[in-house]
């Protein structure tokens, strides 16, 4: 007659095993390796990048070697105002240029990849040298440069060049055309012969936010103090493994389970069961039947809507890039600041500004994590009965959280080597190029009298293109590995039983006499009943292999 029965079945990464009035906690800590949590500290501590607006002026080539200093400006229109403004910048010009240490020769190539930058941080005005200027006129305003809105930070060099220019309303320029002509280079119809810098100090800082410290501190102190108590709270030996399971059930076997060994994980898919013989009919099976149906649908669903996501953004992202070869989109660089890659040109202020734009850029690490604790979850229950098969046609002692003589220890990542350290390398990279695809942007912005710009300093959330790119292929690579992965057979057809602690019960009814199998080296087998149905079990004894076609259901007594 059946009675009720109850366990708790595949629930890895938290593994529970039942038996009638007592349930137990059996977990797979190698996936809590991955934490759950937000990585706040990436960016306490983080760098402000500087950036200069500056002036472009054309000069004529006497006035920039110095051999005429009688300078006169050329005026663009008739506004008086602007001609006031003119001269006066034209005066204090004239004094800058006969400071030469101040100013640094470069050739049109050098002039461009210098000044061909978002954020030009070393450099401040420039004077383009042309022969169109002579002694009559010998100063031309042309425009100004450096970060400023939706406009490109050195839109004014290809104002003569309006097929290199594109993006909404052609305000963005594409320097490698320009480079390509830069022996010809010309601005304002001006042939450009070379360009005198003004140099300037960089001004980055290293700065830390005391309040994001602050939340880091407190949360590892809880995070500790949760672990503390979970050690010093335990009443009793935890079980961590599958040997700790398997030496639990040998040293205090569960006769609520007798008479079904060779029963699967899908044999107590109910609560109620009665011991009746089966049949045995070896079978070898693949990996991904030891892993529920609705974990590998979770796991591939919800990585599949991630990489759509990334995909998604992606497109939006390279929007504002003229040019989208690899190469192109290379060049732009890992987790680098671009005024063409930036969520918002707004800037957050104060301690809450900054909190908020620390949370949303890690954010996708949180999402990551999750996503790694499914996809682990599908490794260890694989490999899970990996090491269960291998006991089918292989006798050693139990791999247990706490050996004694007669026991091996468990393995230091909880999963074997050839996996574990593979998938600790693949979460730390995946991490890594999530954290260069998103991340906190400052960069403070000085005009060219080098005082701050409140208004065009950046403090917001920077992406890069190619960093999303390559995590979107590294998690492409790693969602089709875990996929095949579950396709490789086992190298035994001992019956699965998953995480089902009521399966794991059945296997480990010993023979009589054999007290010591747990901390003995064991395997599993047939062995001798005297009758026609047959017994199976994890035993230190002889075993012998079962025979296919011949009834097994555990008859042995338990002592």
Not at 48 to 69: D, G, W
Request: with cysteine; aromatic share 10%; net charge negative.
């Amino acid at each position: 007659m059946s009675r009720p029965k109850s366990f708790l079945a595949d629930p890895v990464p938290a593994v529970k095993l039942d038996r009638p009035n007592e349930a137990f906690d059996f977990n797979f800590p190698n996936v809590a390796n991955e934490p759950i949590e937000l990585r706040p500290l990436d960016t306490a501590v983080f760098s402000t990048l500087s950036a200069h607006r500056y002036n472009i002026s054309e000069i004529s080539p006497n006035l920039a070697t110095r051999k005429y200093f009688n300078a006169t400006v050329k005026y663009s229109n008739d506004n008086p105002d602007e001609q006031t403004d003119l001269i006066n910048y034209g005066s204090n010009l004239m004094r800058n240029v006969e400071n030469a240490s101040i100013w640094q020769n470069m050739t049109n190539s050098q002039c461009l990849e210098e000044y061909g930058q978002n954020f030009v941080s070393t450099h401040g005005d420039l004077l383009v040298v042309s022969h169109a200027l002579n002694d009559s006129y010998s100063i031309e305003y042309i425009n100004s440069g450096g970060p400023s809105g939706d406009l490109s930070a050195y839109y004014w060099i290809c104002s003569d060049y309006p097929d290199a220019r594109y993006g909404q309303d052609s305000l963005q320029c594409r320097l490698s055309d320009i480079l390509k002509v830069a022996g010809n280079w010309t601005i304002g119809s001006d042939l450009v012969d070379y360009c005198l810098s003004l140099r300037k100090e960089e001004n980055c800082r290293l700065q830390f936010s005391l309040t994001i410290l602050i939340v880091v501190i407190i949360c590892n102190f809880v995070k500790a103090a949760c672990m503390t108590l979970m050690v010093y709270q335990h009443d009793s030996e935890p079980l961590v493994t599958l040997g700790d399971a398997v030496a639990s059930f040998l040293n205090e076997p569960d006769s609520a389970t007798q008479g079904n060994c060779i029963a699967t994980k899908n044999d107590f898919g109910k609560s109620h069961w009665t011991a009746v013989a089966k049949t045995w009919q070896p079978r070898q099976l693949r990996w991904f039947k030891n892993a529920s149906l609705k974990r590998w649908l979770v796991c591939n669903i919800l990585c599949v809507i991630a990489l759509t996501t990334a995909a998604v953004l992606l497109s939006s992202g390279v929007k504002h890039i003229a040019d989208k070869s690899f190469k192109e989109l290379w060049g732009l660089g890992f987790g680098t600041v671009s005024s063409q890659s930036l969520l918002s040109q707004k800037v957050l202020s104060g301690k809450t500004g900054l909190f908020v734009i620390v949370l949303l850029a890690n954010l996708p690490q949180l999402l990551l994590s999750f996503l790694y604790l499914t996809y682990n979850g599908l490794f260890t229950c694989m490999l899970l009965g990996q090491e269960w098969n291998r006991y089918g046609h292989h006798r050693k002692p139990l791999r247990v959280s706490w050996p004694t003589e007669g026991q091996r220890s468990t393995y230091w990542l909880q999963l074997p080597y050839t996996y574990g350290l593979p998938l600790m390398v693949f979460s730390g990279v995946l991490h890594w190029l999530v954290s260069q695809s998103i991340f906190l942007a400052r960069v403070a912005v000085f005009d060219p009298t080098d005082v701050q710009d409140g208004y065009d300093s950046i403090s917001t959330c920077g992406y890069s293109n190619i960093a999303i790119v390559t995590a979107i292929l590294v998690g492409t690579i790693a969602l089709v590995f875990g996929n095949a992965t579950g396709f490789r057979k086992y190298s035994g057809s001992m019956p699965l039983v998953g995480s089902n602690s009521a399966a794991i019960s059945a296997a480990c009814h010993a023979p009589n006499g054999d007290i010591n199998a747990s901390v003995s080296p064991i395997m599993w087998g047939a062995v001798e009943t005297g009758g026609e149905v047959g017994h199976c079990c994890f035993t230190s004894f002889d075993v012998i292999p079962l025979e296919s076609g011949k009834l097994y259901a555990g008859c042995e007594t338990i002592t």
